[in-house]
C-alpha cells in the first residue's frame, strides 16, 4: 500500500521501502494512467513479473516523459542505485564494450526500475550464471505489414503442433503489440549459435506446414501477409518483451501469458493495464511452471544439419 507524501510516494515493497516521485506524471495520456498507477500494476503481477526477468540481464526502456516522449534504452543499471539493487556484468563484443545491467531477483527491484521511468522490461534469454548459455528458446512470430492477428493465431497452432510431435511444452504469451511469443526452457547447455540454429530449423518446419509462415531474412523480400518465424531472436543480446511486461502502446497494453486454448480467439487488445491485474488475481502466473519442463535441443539440431547439408545457410545475426 502506498501512503502519499507530496510530492512523493512511499512504497512497501516485501520489507523495501522505495520512494516513488512524481508520482502522479502521466504516462499513458489515451488511458490516464500515471507513473504510480503503473507501480500499481507491477505490483499486481509482482510472481509473474519477477518470474519472468529473474537473474535475467535485462535492458530497461525507459520513458521519463510519459510514452509520447523520448524512450531510453538502458543497458548500463542508473546511478543512484539503492545498495540493495542487483546487477549482471555483461559484454558486447562487437562494440567492445562492458555495462552492468539490471539483475531482477524481487519484486522491490522491479518498482525501483519504474521509478526510474522504466516502463517496459526486456530480459535476456540468458541468466547471470551461464551469461553465454542461454536457458529460453523463444518463438517469435511477428506480422508483416499486411498480416492480421487471425492469420499469427493460425500459425500459433501449426508452431503447437510441431512442440508437441518434438515433445516441447511451449508457454505462449501476446507480444503486446501485433504478434504472439512463445517460450520454451531448455537447458543451458549451448551457445546463442546453436540456440539460434535449433529456432531456425524449428522454424522452417512450421514454414514447410504452412505458406501462411515465412523465414524469408530480409524484410523487403518477405510477403507482407505472412508471419515470420523470427528466429533471430536468439541471437545474442537480442531482447524482447517480457511476460507481464507493459508495452508503450497508448492503451497500455502488456505481453500477457495465455493458456493454449486462448489462443484461438485472444486478441492483443484483451491484455492492457486496466484489465491485467484482474485476470492475474484468477489465473496467477500462467509461465509459473516453465522451469519444470526442459526440453533437449538435439532433435532441433539435428534437422539444422540436415538443412545445412542440403545447402541451407543460415543468415548472418546482423539484420
Avoid at 491484455?271 to 519444470?292: C, E, K, Q, W
Wanted: with cysteine.
Amino acid at each position: 500500500m502506498a501512503t502519499s507524501s507530496s510530492p512523493a510516494t512511499e512504497v512497501q515493497v516485501d520489507g523495501r521501502t522505495v520512494r516513488i516521485t512524481n508520482p502522479d506524471r502521466v504516462y499513458f495520456p489515451e488511458i490516464g494512467v500515471s507513473k504510480v498507477d503503473l507501480v500499481h500494476y507491477y505490483l499486481s503481477v509482482g510472481d509473474g513479473i519477477v518470474n519472468a526477468l529473474r537473474e535475467r540481464p535485462c535492458m530497461m526502456h525507459r520513458f521519463p516523459e510519459g510514452i509520447t516522449g523520448e524512450r531510453v534504452h538502458q543497458k548500463r543499471l542508473p546511478r543512484g542505485a539503492p545498495e540493495w539493487m542487483e546487477t549482471v556484468h555483461v559484454t558486447f563484443p562487437r562494440f567492445d564494450r562492458t555495462a552492468d545491467e539490471l539483475c531482477v531477483t524481487e519484486l522491490a527491484h522491479v518498482v525501483w526500475a519504474v521509478q526510474m521511468s522504466t516502463v517496459e522490461f526486456h530480459p535476456w534469454n540468458s541468466r547471470r550464471g551461464h551469461v553465454e548459455q542461454p536457458d529460453e528458446w523463444r518463438i517469435d512470430l511477428d506480422p508483416g505489414d499486411d498480416c492480421d492477428f487471425a492469420t499469427v493465431r493460425r500459425v500459433c497452432a501449426v508452431a503447437h503442433e510441431v512442440l508437441e510431435e518434438l515433445g516441447a511444452t511451449g508457454f505462449p504469451k501476446t507480444t503486446g503489440s501485433k504478434g504472439v511469443h512463445v517460450y520454451v526452457r531448455v537447458p543451458p547447455a549451448h551457445g546463442f549459435g546453436d540456440v539460434r540454429r535449433a529456432a531456425l530449423a524449428f522454424a522452417r518446419e512450421v514454414e514447410r506446414r504452412t505458406d501462411e509462415a515465412t523465414t524469408t531474412w530480409w524484410r523487403k523480400d518477405r510477403d507482407p501477409r505472412k508471419v515470420f518465424v523470427d528466429f533471430n531472436q536468439n541471437a545474442r543480446d537480442h531482447t524482447i518483451a517480457a511476460a507481464y511486461s507493459v508495452r508503450a502502446t497508448p492503451d497500455g497494453r502488456v505481453s500477457a501469458p495465455v493458456r493454449w486454448d486462448e489462443v484461438a480467439d485472444c486478441e492483443p487488445g484483451d491484455f492492457t493495464l486496466s484489465t491485467m491485474p484482474a485476470r492475474y488475481a484468477v489465473l496467477g502466473d500462467l509461465h509459473a511452471a516453465i522451469d519444470d519442463h526442459p526440453f533437449d535441443l538435439a532433435p532441433l539440431l539435428e534437422w539444422a544439419a540436415r538443412d545445412e547439408a542440403e545447402g541451407r545457410e543460415t543468415p548472418p545475426e546482423e539484420s
